[in-house]
């Protein structure tokens, strides 16, 4: 019985790349730091409060002075969700 003739196909070349520029930069670079800023100044707020026995930041306020702090905190949460 004759051989079957063997065909030979082309090499696969894939189509050429195309080259978008993706812009990565959102332009909220404000909202990391705004945000630790905020966690941080109300850490400070809360121990200030609790290492000065409630004399300081605001003497005032009283235990006020823990609401302040967690608003400080809330508000960074609040930054947070604009975070890309």
Do not use: H
């Not at 909202?31 to 200030?48: D, E, K, R, S, Y």
């Amino acid at each position: 019985m004759p051989k079957s003739r063997i065909r030979k196909k082309d090499d696969f070349t894939p189509p050429p790349a195309k080259t978008t520029n993706l812009k990565m930069n959102s332009g909220r670079g404000w909202v990391a730091p705004l945000m630790l800023a905020m966690f941080l100044i109300g850490l400070v707020w809360i121990v200030t409060f609790y290492v000065s026995e409630g004399s300081l930041p605001i003497g005032a306020m009283g235990n006020w002075n823990i609401v302040c702090g967690f608003g400080f905190i809330a508000v960074g949460f609040g930054v947070s969700t604009q975070w890309k």
